[in-house]
């Protein structure tokens, strides 16, 4: 699987375009619709369950409500925003496989070097970019392979595949055919091999014997293996392994034989933890999902913008704008171009879906009962909607649905999920969810298009689908799990799969079926709700989706099996119980096998799982899931103790660890034999005697099925009922033994592995019940005596004691469950208990002394044995100790007010309830009545008036009562309020008529009265202050009169309150009474203004005096009114009054005469006399006489209008008429006012005008343009007179004017033609119209019999024969149909066939180029062109066109009278004038060679340079001049040029097959000999120079061919050249080779091979010698430079090392081999520190040889020695830094080389061979003194070197 290693290419898939030929419109045949009536329509599973028959055949329906169902839109089209995601349309189906280049290109590597012996390119070029090859795989095999796309010509759709919507052209789709052919043929074929083997059954490990060692590489490499670093993989027994890899789906190290290592990333999967699971190790390299589907290249649906409806509608309405315009688009439209889209022929297109949107986070488009309903709903219509079953919301819960069972809301299945679509949105083919129904309801928007295809076809859909779409389906088996994949459905139907359409409708329901495929896309903007529901009928597929997560190792929403028990459970009706029976009756099937397997494999230990808090609802506790197949646990599991988190389902028991089986734990939540009751308890609904059912069925159970159960035991096999038989009897006698806990726990764990059992083991679970009670009550006896006896033996401490009531039930039961005899000896703990409960019950039923119960509770304490009556008595105790202590508390006080009465009456209450005899109660008692006696006095003197002494003398009395009494405390309280009043009142009268701060005063006084008025006693100031207050208003109301205008009634109304109250002679109120006077005495004037008509100056006066007088006056508004209503109406008036003045009024704002009318009538109303009404009233006269003028002037016009008959005395009239109008206009404008008279004038003025121009047209021939300029200005007529009799007669026959204007001006404008029919047809109605155009007529009889002549002409051109019909006659006939014809079929065919022989000339023109100049033709271009093509096939075949031997190539003319180079290699001749400067220069005598030769003698191609042979001008493409050719043949008359091209495309194919000679030959021949290929090349290059025309196919062999001679060529100089080739020069050159796929059996190839085999072979030993460190003799270093010397290559840097390698150092005579070394000061040779026994390094060494010693080195040591002596004996140190030894640099090696070799004597050499190479490498006789440098390693000149 995956990119690396594709599967076998399905053939015959898809077209040639990515898919299917899409057609104009998909020829789907459509799905059911259902119109349901109202009472249809109440109970939608009903509905759907009767339409389920006839529907489900098509897998989808659409369901139209009644027209009354039309629910609100819940949603806030302002506040509601969306997330979207961002939808590739162009990639749902032409996409790649999500590829990652590095895995493809490590998996083509090794395929690279492991087969073919090369290493993979760095880059493959295709149209100047870099080839992606793995695209280029994935296209191809999407397409069927190599063989299948070459053959149905698919290059175009591979390279849009691969490069998106590019265009491509015929030359680029062969090159990308040649690419791939190179590059990826061999690897297709070998994976396509590798899967042939896969599936007929390969097996990993088996090695057969014919087996290739390859094979086995490929069978073992996938075990679980450790990377060591190198490519090969040691694979490892499981037992000898670590578990050092884990598998990253389970997370377990286990099972490593079937462990898959990514070739990539090297994590591990076991191959059934894949997804889908594998049955065996694929062979070849395979690579992880992860690796193959790379972030960056991983197809899906990625988030995008969040938006609000406006803007997503926005969005959505620029989307199909820029679609389809402004226009509506058709479905058809809009569904072709979709499809265009998803098959890459668009381009790229990107779309906004609102999908998937939880309904419970951003709102649903139904009502909803929590949600708020909108103002615009009614409350009515919001709770309608919100029950209604129909709104999906309430669908999955409604009553037979199977989802009502589940608790928890699954988004998108018990939750609806919004979609917010646009235009080409999509949603991929998919199923629902647990193969669900789903149900969709379209709010609002565009329609919605679905695609279907039914349930029963759905495997085959699937195998369709995998076929058409097999690189998408290798990088992801679950391809259909994602939702990301459209597939044309015409490719479906192409392939027998029947597919079915719906449009929907806003307002329409869709609902499809259970594993129904469906997908589709939006048509526009939209808004759709869905949601899963399951009726009865679904129940066995949602069994078959769960066994297909199972299968995909996909997580499910919900547990299937869970589902099915909980529904069991429940009632449930006869409709649900037949499906629900069979698929219980599967699963009860499936647990009992899978059980029973497990128990014959030997996992006998089992447990139940806990129960259920809430049984009856599906989903409320979370189910472990398996660790395997990621499905729900929900009936059973397998769980181990080595990993108590893992758990896996029965059927991958082997897969959880590796411990033996009965290390296995069973868990299970039901037996079978309740899952086979959950069964009958449904089937009671069809079987009416349950009872006998089930004892029949339990019988057949038991005798015919689990008996069959058996496995090995010692001593044979055995049944499941025979070892429960076992287990029984051995229980039994269990109860007989005295009681053992761990011989009853090791019963009980052997009964484990019947428990899980069927009916047959009730018996079993039975005795485990007996078992388990037995134990428990042995283990509750023994535990309690141990409390007992523990206590006991310590006196209590911390330990628990044990309760009476549980040891007490223990020793209740009668008879005893086993034999435990110590249960005697708890008894009599027990009686003693009972007794002391009995004498403590006694105690406190009875009035006893606390001493008694004190010594009751020290008993109870000290018993070994819990009584819960201890309690009790302690509780008692301690009441009573606390009770006292009160009491005591109470009667102690002395502070007064301290005790509350509460407590005492408490206290006294408890005194009941104690039962204890004590003295404290009497004192108690003394303190209550005294407290009584105070509360009695108090209540007494708040019953009436309460006064302020008496009170006072009463409380003195009480000022000693310690108790806190309620009613004391609120006198005390009543006291101190009256006395803080008082205090108050005095502060205020202080200075009270002093203080100008009046409205504090009043608010102080205010306050205090109020405070009075509340007090509870009675204070004799009350009144005093009642007094004060009123004052005080009045003094505050004066103030606000002296700074606040108040009305004169107020200021004579506070005067009389001052005067009541004896202030008013106070100075504020004196003052106040003189403002008083003046008012009244100016409000008599006023009245007496206003009973008289005054000028405008009185009332102007009146108004001035009110200024001074600071009082709110009643005449005054009234004064002002009136004077304010004169200046308005003169205000008004103005513009009336300038008019009078004026002569010559404003015409641009005009009056109006009901205005004026208005002002007049005002005027007579007002109260003041004014001279401007007068004036008014002349006006108003002189506007009326006006209008009355004017309304007599248009009766007359009217007159004229209603005229029928024209007469010709009509225009005199007409002109005096409107003489008149246009001065009674006149008139009227000059008065200024709007009169509506005016446009009535102006309008039959310009009426008049028109009808007497219209009249003059009828004794003339007027021009088009006046024509339609008088129509025009008919349309502006007044409605009123063009509807009357004149002017209707006129306009008729100006409409016929224009009408035959237009047919005889067609020849002459360019108007759209008339039709002769119509021109005669415009001619007869000449007669009926009132008036008559005589000229006119004339002229279109004229025209229409032109007409006719010119057609006649046209007949006969076309009946002559075809060498008759001329271009030239043609064009005639075409410049007369111009200028004469009408609109007819003989014109159009004539025009149409112009135009096409001209635009082919056009194209002839543009083609040919600057071939043509201004002077020449067409035609002399073409003869130009074949002049060439002559000449290039003379040079082909110098003997086809002529025998005559000199002449010149160039211009093709004889040589003998000009002057002529001949090539001394081609013969060909030349003037001297076509070669032109290049043969100045050039002697005749010496020989000559043609540029072209020149370039293939020296072995370089040199075209497009401007040869001497090449063609001047443009060079016309073959192919095109040959489309040209195959347009012209359909002419319908003769042309020369046509003949012309013929003959030079015949030409240029003949020149095209000798060149395909001459390419075939040269691209043949292998041979050693270029000079054969060299002669025809030249010939094929001067005839394609000479040619003027272009062959693509032509020119791009001979590239191929040029550059192989090229190659050759240069190889051929490298090989025989006088400097040998260096191994790099020699393996470019083969690089070349193998990119122009130059054949192995090439002569050159052959020779580059070999000398390239031998370098590499001798380089590689030298090197091995150079670091042998003198491992090898010098005879055979020698032999090896000489052998490398005569090599063909150059090797020097080889023969360098070995000669280094042959130098000799030291007294041993050893090449250098890492030792230390040091180096004499004198002769500068080398010396090891061991051959000359120094330990460390002297300062200055001198080696022997250059300083002989005396045989007494005692006696006469040199300097160095004694040094060398003493380094030598000294203790080892580390040296200082300019001790050290430093490493020898490449300088003073190569000085050292310098040194020794011109030293050499050759004398005493051999001069050859070895002896002369031992000689250079001697030691040096003769030494100079160098200064001594110290080195360890030379190792660093060797690395230079290398």
Same mark, same amino acid.
């Given at each position: ?217 490929f069978s073992g490499s996938k075990r679980r293996r450790r990377n060591n670093g190198s ?517 009980? +764990? %052997?009964? =484990? $592995?019947?428990?899980?059992?069927? *009916? ?7 005795? #485990?019940? &007996?078992? !388990? ?94 009584? +819960? %009556?201890? =309690? $009790?008595?302690?509780?008692?105790? *301690? ?7 009160? #009491?005591? &508390?109470? !009667? ?209 006066d009146v108004i001035r005096a009110s200024e001074d007088i600071f009082v709110i006056l ?81 009766q007359d016009a009217g007159c004229i209008f209603g005229l029928s008959n024209i007469g ?635």
């Open positions: 699987m995956g990119k690396g290693r594709p599967r076998a290419v399905e053939k015959g898939v898809l077209g040639q375009n990515g898919g299917v030929s899409l057609p104009e419109s998909l020829n789907i045949p459509s799905g059911p619709v259902y119109y349901p009536t109202e009472d249809e329509f109440r109970d939608p599973l009903e509905y759907i369950y009767r339409i389920r028959p006839e529907a489900e055949r098509y897998g989808i329906c659409r369901i139209v409500p009644p027209k009354s169902w039309k629910p609100p839109f819940a949603l806030n089209w302002d506040s509601f925003t969306f997330p979207t995601k961002t939808q590739a349309i162009h990639q749902l189906q032409a996409r790649p496989a999500a590829c990652d280049s590095k895995t493809f290109e490590l998996e083509y590597s090794r395929f690279l070097e492991n087969h073919c012996g090369k290493k993979l390119r760095k880059k493959v070029v295709f149209e100047g970019e870099e080839l992606d090859l793995c695209k280029l795989f994935n296209g191809v095999k999407r397409y069927g392979g190599y063989d299948k796309v070459v053959k149905e010509k698919k290059w175009g759709a591979v390279s849009r595949f691969v490069r998106s919507a590019r265009k491509i052209s015929e030359c680029a789709k062969h090159v990308l055919c040649q690419l791939y052919r190179e590059h990826l043929y061999d690897y297709e074929n070998y994976y396509n091999r590798l899967n042939q083997k896969a599936g007929s059954g390969y097996k990993r490990g088996l090695h057969e014997k014919g087996k290739s060692e390859h094979e086995a590489e490519d090969k993989v040691k694979v490892c027994k499981v037992e000898e392994e670590e578990r050092d890899q884990i598998c990253e789906q389970c997370r377990s190290g286990l099972h490593g034989e079937v462990m898959l290592l990514c070739d990539r990333c090297n994590k591990g999967w076991h191959i059934y933890c894949l997804s889908p699971p594998l049955n065996q190790v694929p062979p070849g390299n395979w690579y992880c999902l992860e690796c193959l589907n790379s972030d960056e290249d991983c197809f899906g649906f990625v988030p995008g913008k969040r938006y609000s409806l406006e803007a997503f509608r926005r969005v959505a309405d620029r989307a199909k704008k820029r679609w389809f315009g402004s226009v509506s688009a058709s479905r058809v439209q809009i569904e072709k171009k979709f499809w265009e889209i998803v098959e890459g022929l668009v381009g790229e297109v990107e779309v906004m879906y609102g999908s998937d949107l939880d309904t419970s986070v951003y709102g649903s488009g139904f009502p909803r009962a929590n949600d708020q309903r909108p103002q615009t709903v009614e409350a009515k219509v919001w709770d309608e909607y919100c029950d209604s079953p129909w709104n999906i919301n309430n669908l999955p819960k409604l009553e037979g649905s199977m989802l009502r069972a589940v608790h928890q809301n699954i988004t998108g299945v018990m939750v609806p999920w919004l979609y917010m679509g646009m235009l080409f949105s999509a949603f991929c083919w998919h199923f629902e969810d647990h193969c669900l129904y789903s149900m969709n309801y379209l709010h609002w928007g565009e329609p919605k298009c679905w695609y279907s295809v039914p349930g029963s076809e759905a495997r085959a859909f699937e195998k369709v689908m995998q076929k058409s779409l097999p690189d998408l389906f290798d990088a992801q088996p679950d391809l259909l799990f994602q939702l990301v994949t459209m597939l044309n459905p015409s490719v479906l139907q192409e392939h027998g799969v029947p597919v079915y359409s719906i449009l929907q409708e806003p307002g329409n329901f869709v609902i499809t079926f259970p594993r129904s495929y469906h997908g589709g896309f939006n048509l526009g903007l939209n808004c759709a709700e869905a949601v899963n529901f399951a009726p009865a009928d679904w129940l066995p597929h949602g069994g078959i989706g769960a066994e297909r997560y199972q299968q995909y190792h996909k997580a499910a929403v919900l547990s299937h099996e869970e589902l099915l028990c909980v529904v069991a459970k429940n009632d449930c009706s006869s409709r649900v119980s037949p499906y629900l029976k069979k698929e219980l009756l599967r699963i009860y099937d499936k647990e009992k096998n899978w059980r029973e397997q497990l128990w014959k494999n030997g996992i006998i230990k089992s447990s139940p799982m806990s129960p259920r808090k809430h049984p009856e609802y599906v989903g409320t506790e979370e189910d472990p899931t398996c660790i395997i197949c990621k499905q729900y646990l929900y009936l059973s599991a397998v769980v181990c103790h080595c990993r108590p988190s893992a758990f896996v389902c029965l059927e991958h028991w082997e897969r959880l660890c590796e411990c033996k089986s009965n290390k296995l734990c069973l868990l299970y939540r039901h037996t079978l034999a309740e899952l086979y009751d959950l069964v009958l308890t449904v089937d009671k609904y069809s079987c009416e005697d349950m009872e006998g059912s089930r004892s029949i069925r339990k019988q057949t159970s038991r005798s015919s099925e689990l008996n069959a159960v058996t496995k090995k035991v010692k001593g044979g096999h055995a049944t499941l009922d025979q070892l429960a038989a076992q287990w029984l009897l051995q229980s039994c006698k269990i109860f007989q033994n005295p009681f053992s806990s761990e011989a009853y726990a090791a019963v009980l +764990k %052997e009964a =484990e $592995q019947f428990l899980w059992a069927g *009916s047959e083991m009730d018996p079993v679970r039975d005795m #485990v019940k &007996k078992l !388990i009670e037995a134990h428990k009550w042995a283990e509750g006896i023994r535990d309690c005596l141990s409390k007992v006896e523990n206590w006991s033996r310590h006196f209590g401490g911390d330990l628990e004691k044990i309760h009476y009531e549980y040891v007490n039930e223990l020793l209740s039961i009668n008879p005893v469950p086993c034999n435990e005899a110590r249960h005697l000896k708890l008894k009599e703990y027990v009686t003693e208990a009972s007794l002391l409960i009995r004498e403590i019950d006694n105690a406190l039923s009875t009035c006893s002394k606390i001493s008694e119960l004190e010594s009751l509770y020290s008993r109870a304490c000290g018993l070994p044995i819990y009584v +819960k %009556e201890s =309690e $009790q008595l302690s509780l008692k105790i *301690s009441s009573v100790k606390v009770w006292i202590e009160s #009491v005591q &508390k109470c !009667i102690s006080e002395k502070r007064p007010a301290t005790v509350e009465v509460d407590i005492i009456h408490k206290l006294k209450s408890e005194i009941l309830e104690i039962q204890v005899q004590l003295p404290e109660k009497e004192m108690l008692l003394d303190l209550l009545r005294q407290a009584e006696l105070c509360r009695a006095q108090c209540a007494e003197i708040l019953k009436g008036p309460i006064s302020l002494k008496n009170l006072e003398v009463l409380l003195q009395e009480l000022n000693s009562c310690t108790v806190n009494i309620p009613e004391l405390k609120l006198l005390r309280q009543y006291h101190a309020a009256a006395l803080l009043w008082i205090s108050r009142f005095n502060d205020v009268l202080v200075n009270i008529n002093e203080r100008e701060d009046y409205h504090n005063v009043v608010d102080e006084l205010n306050s205090i009265l109020t405070d009075g008025e509340s007090l509870r006693i009675q204070v004799d100031e009350l009144p005093l202050a009642k007094v004060e207050l009123k004052k005080a208003c009045c003094r505050e109301k004066a103030i606000k009169a002296c700074h606040t205008k108040m009305s004169l009634d107020f200021i004579q109304q506070l005067m009389m309150e001052a005067a009541v109250l004896q202030i008013e002679r106070q100075k504020l109120f004196v003052d106040m009474t003189g403002v008083l006077a003046a008012a009244v005495h100016w409000e008599e004037r006023a009245k007496d203004v206003l009973a008289h008509e005054a000028p405008m100056c009185d009332f102007e009643p005449s005054l508004n009234d004064i002002k009114d009136i004077v304010l209503i004169a200046k308005s109406w003169l205000k008004k008036s103005k513009p009336f009054l300038m008019s009078a003045s004026s002569s010559a009024p404003d015409s641009s704002s005009l009056l109006e005469v009901k205005t004026l009318k208005d002002l007049v009538s005002q005027s007579k109303i007002l109260k003041i006399s004014l001279e401007e009404s007068r004036v008014l009233e002349t006006v108003l006269k002189n506007c009326e006489e006006w209008e009355h003028e004017a309304r007599s002037l248009l010709d005395c009509l225009i005199s009239k007409m002109e005096c008429i409107i003489s008149t109008m246009e001065s009674v206009t006149k008139s009227g404008l000059s008065l200024g006012f709007d009169f509506r008279e005016i446009p009535e004038l102006q309008g039959d003025c310009s009426a008049l005008q028109w009808c007497k121009k219209a009249l003059s047209f009828c004794s003339g021939a007027p021009s088009l343009e006046d024509v339609e300029n008088l129509v025009k200005d008919a349309e502006q007529l007044p409605h009123e007179r063009a509807s009357g009799p004149l002017c209707r007669s006129l306009i008729d026959g100006i409409g016929w004017l224009k009408q035959a204007s237009e047919a005889i001006s067609v020849s002459h404008f360019s108007f759209k033609r008339c039709k002769l029919s119509d021109a005669e047809k415009v001619l007869a109605e000449s007669q009926s119209f009132d008036v008559s155009f005589p000229v006119m007529v004339g002229q279109l009889e004229n025209a229409i019999h032109k007409h006719k002549l010119w057609r006649e002409q046209v007949h006969q051109f076309f009946n002559r024969k075809y060498e008759d019909r001329s271009w030239s006659l043609m064009l005639e006939l075409k410049e007369l149909g111009s200028a004469d014809a009408f609109s007819c079929s003989e014109l159009d065919m004539l025009l149409s066939k112009v135009e096409k022989v001209e635009k082919w000339m056009k194209r002839c023109i543009d083609v040919l180029g600057t071939s043509i100049g201004d002077k020449n033709s067409l035609l002399d271009a073409l003869r130009k062109i074949k002049q060439t093509l002559d000449r290039s096939l003379y040079m082909y075949d110098k003997s086809r066109v002529c025998e005559v031997g000199n002449l010149c190539v160039c211009c093709s003319s004889d040589t003998e009278n000009l002057g002529f180079l001949t090539c001394s290699t081609c013969m060909d001749c030349y003037h001297l004038r076509c070669l032109g400067p290049m043969a100045t220069n050039s002697n005749h005598g010496e020989v000559y060679i043609c540029p072209y030769c020149q370039f293939l003698e020296g072995g370089s191609i040199c075209q497009n340079k401007g040869g001497p042979l090449r063609f001047g001008g443009k060079r016309p493409e073959l192919q095109v001049l040959v489309e040209l050719l195959s347009d012209a043949e359909d002419f319908f008359l003769w042309i020369e040029e046509r003949d012309a091209l013929k003959q030079l495309v015949d030409q240029a194919l003949a020149c095209r097959t000798c060149l395909t000679e001459i390419l075939d030959f040269a691209l043949a021949y292998f041979d050693k000999d270029l000079s054969i290929v060299s002669e025809k090349l030249t010939t094929a290059i001067k005839a394609i120079e000479v040619a003027g025309l272009y062959d693509h196919q032509g020119n791009c062999n001979l590239d191929l061919a040029f550059a192989r001679y090229s190659w050759r060529f240069k190889v051929n100089t490298l090989l025989e050249g006088l400097q040998k080739p260096t191994i790099q020069q020699i393996q470019q050159h083969l690089k070349e080779g193998l990119a122009m796929n130059i054949p192995p059996e090439d002569y050159y190839r052959k020779r580059l091979t070999e000398a390239k085999r031998l370098a590499l072979l001798w380089a590689e030993h030298a090197k091995k010698v150079a670091a042998d460190s003198g491992a090898v003799s010098l005879d055979k270093v020698f032999e090896l430079i000489m052998e490398g010397e005569s090599l063909p290559v150059y090797v020097q840097k080889e023969i360098k090392l070995l000669r280094t390698r042959s130098i000799l150092y030291c007294i041993c005579r050893k090449p250098y081999d890492q030792r230390a070394m040091i180096a004499c000061d004198q002769c500068d040779e080398w010396y090891h520190f061991d051959c000359i026994k120094l330990l460390s390094s002297p300062k200055v060494y001198i080696c022997p040889a250059c300083n002989p010693q005396t045989e007494d080195l005692s006696t006469t040591p040199s300097v160095g020695h004694d040094r060398s002596i003493c380094a030598r004996l000294a203790e080892p140190e580390t040296p200082p830094k300019h001790m050290r030894l430093i490493k020898k640099t490449i300088k003073a090696e190569s000085s050292l080389r310098e040194k020794i070799l011109p030293i050499t004597d050759h004398n005493n050499s051999s001069g050859v061979g070895i002896e002369r190479l031992r000689w250079r490498n001697r030691k040096p006789f003769r030494r100079a003194a160098k200064k001594r440098a110290e080195v360890t390693s030379l190792s660093p000149f060797f690395h230079t070197q290398q």
